[in-house]
């Protein structure tokens, strides 16, 4: 497989000095989403669009978003909803192939820009705390994940439609947690069979994934501990700022200082 880093692959990617920001970057991640269940795509995304590119920042994003998916699926699987995950799921995962174009063929300044504003719109929205109080249908979860998917497969950041959605819903909090977990690991594991195909994973992409990967995953595990004992509107205002921050520090306005 041509995507398969080997030893010199590694070797060059370590002595790149932007392997330890994205490390951090990943491990801040991971660390508000094991905390709130959401919000590592809309910190990573950013961030290490800044550092390397779009493309580096969302291939990197969909490998390490299914190694932590295949850590804490088990232990969630259980309180999730799945007859609500599933067809959400499975539209996104349609209209992710269409998303994937933008990735391919939009210019690269172009993007992080539109990721930025992207992020500052959807921390608008949550912050307002506005969200769907509707009676759940079949035909609206269907459109959710079509705009998820859409968003997901440009830039990975497939949540905000789907967090708008469920935390108006009234489940519980553990609940929505683990169907937020559930529904990741799902369209991550898509989206890289949609990438591969793409071409848009390379040996590079793939060691720099599995190289800071797990610092996700471990910071996850803290972010999880935190949870239990913070509230519920703690959790949320803690990973907003966060969230904001992180897309103000990445703007292509900042590039002399994180490249």
């Known amino acids: 497989m041509t995507f398969i880093p080997d030893a010199s692959t590694f070797a060059a990617v370590i002595a790149d000095p932007r392997l330890w920001l994205a490390a951090a970057i990943t491990a801040l991640a991971g660390a508000v989403r094991g905390f709130s269940g959401f919000g590592s795509a809309l910190i990573h995304i950013p961030l290490v669009s800044a550092v390397y590119s779009p493309q580096v920042a969302v291939a990197t994003f969909v490998i390490i978003d299914l190694l932590t998916g ?10 999730a909803s799945w007859h609500e995950i599933l067809p959400l799921a499975a539209a996104a995962i349609f209209a992710a192939q269409y998303g994937t174009l933008v990735l391919l063929y939009a210019d690269s300044q172009t993007l992080r820009w539109m990721i930025c504003a992207l992020v500052g719109v959807i921390l608008a929205v949550l912050v307002s705390g506005w969200r769907y109080h509707g009676r759940p249908m079949l ?13 997901g497969g440009a ?4 949540g905000p439609p789907v967090i708008i959605y469920w935390l108006g819903s009234a489940l519980a909090a553990h609940v ?49 501990r935190l949870f239990l004992i913070a509230s519920e509107v703690d959790y949320r205002r803690i990973a907003y700022v966060i ?17």
């Not at 830039?155 to 497939?158: D, F, G, L």
């Open 70 to 79: 295949l850590y804490f699926v088990p232990k969630v699987y259980k309180d």
């Open 139 to 151: 035909a609206i979860t269907i459109g959710v994940g079509l705009i998820a998917g859409l968003l």
């Open 155 to 158: 830039v990975q950041i497939s």
């Open 176 to 224: 929505v947690r683990a169907n937020f977990i559930v529904y990741f690991a799902i369209f991550s594991a898509a989206s890289i069979v949609t990438y591969a195909m793409r071409g848009l994973l390379t040996p590079d992409i793939v060691a720099i994934s599995l190289l800071i990967g797990p610092l996700q995953v471990a910071a996850m595990a803290f972010g999880s």
């Open 243 to 259: 969230v904001a921050a992180a897309a103000i520090v990445s703007m292509p306005l900042w590039d002399g200082v994180l490249r």
